[in-house]
């Protein structure tokens, strides 16, 4: 009987700093396990000597593999890239940054020979991160799990190993706008749970910035819930019902004790309230409008540019 084949798909953009550190620590790891193994490189539009660190290595290593996207694509459509493309049969996504040690690869590799087709890595100290990062996270994931469908396992990122049966399931979801985090939860699965400490970048800087991570969670949460559409009925309803009692009682007043009417500048306030209140429930509806919109072109999730797989004749 064969081996089995691990893959270890790794989405990069401006890794040049950490690539050798990084192969050099994976390559360890895997020699350690007696399975076979692939290293999956996906450059994903690198601006810096990215592509031609993998290239120079690839020649050398005939374990490494790298996927060549035509542009930046975001790292959710490198790692759909990388899952769609990996020939082992069990699949381990992770970053190049070293903030997920590559030690844990032997703990994942323990729970899946268990019989655990999902073997997630779950941070309980993340003090390397700052202040601001670890308070949000906590945030977007308590308010996620809470009106999704299906929860989002907490402080758990792509860092996991999942075999090639959840690979399969994940392909069946047609969708362009890809949240990986919730993708893999929703397909479901045995799923077993490692936990260990996030450690601080290896070298470089996240290209994560505030924005991009506040775009991020906004697509998780409307990928995976409709209760922001939801909540402007019942605000809708209560607020009617606001509107109605208050306009009663003026009437009555009016009618009954010759109250006046009440001025301008109350009217004024409400009408700007109830303004900026509909502004937000058109913003919710015209965010899941661009969902709708953006999937029914139905343009792919990304673009192969090479494969190192390829000759290099071809790849020219």
């Not at 308070?135 to 999704?148: E, M």
């Not at 949460?221 to 208050?246: K, M, N, Q």
Request: proline letters at 4%; glycine letters at 6%.
């Amino acid at each position: 009987m064969t081996k089995p084949v691990i893959s270890i798909v790794c989405p990069c953009f401006n890794e040049q700093e950490v690539i050798h550190t990084f192969t050099d620590k994976i390559t360890e790891i895997l020699g350690e396990t007696n399975f076979s193994y692939e290293l999956l490189f996906v450059n994903d539009g690198s601006r810096d000597d990215t592509l031609t660190v993998l290239y120079a290595l690839a020649e050398k290593d005939k374990h490494i593999r790298v996927l060549n996207l035509s542009r930046n694509f975001g790292k959710e459509a490198a790692l759909t890239a990388g899952l769609e493309h990996a020939e082992g049969d069990v699949i381990i996504p992770i970053d190049a940054d070293m903030q997920d040690p590559p030690e844990l690869i032997h703990d994942f590799i323990r729970e899946w020979q268990k019989g655990y087709d999902v073997v997630v890595a779950k941070r309980i100290d993340r003090s390397s991160d700052t202040l601001a990062k670890k308070i949000t996270a906590n945030l977007f994931y308590k308010f996620h799990n809470s009106i999704a469908d299906v929860e989002i396992p907490d402080n758990v990122g792509d860092f996991r190993l999942i075999t090639r049966r959840v690979v399969q399931a994940i392909q069946l979801l047609p969708e362009n706008q890809r949240f990986m985090k919730g993708i893999f939860s929703w397909v479901g699965f045995k799923t077993s749970v490692v936990e260990y400490a996030r450690q601080p970048r290896a070298a470089g800087e996240s290209s994560f910035n505030g924005w991009r991570l506040w775009n991020f969670a906004l697509e998780g949460i409307t990928s995976f819930s409709t209760a922001p559409l939801r909540v402007w009925l019942y605000l809708g309803v209560i607020f009617s019902a606001i509107a109605f009692i208050l306009g009663a009682s003026i009437i009555i007043k009016t009618l009954v004790f010759g109250v006046d009417i009440p001025g301008y500048a109350s009217l004024l306030t409400i009408v700007l309230f109830f303004g900026g209140i509909q502004l937000i429930g058109l913003g919710v509806m015209g965010e899941y409008i661009g969902r709708l919109y953006m999937e029914s072109k139905r343009r792919p999730v990304y673009i192969l540019d090479s494969d190192s797989k390829t000759p290099e004749s071809d790849r020219r």
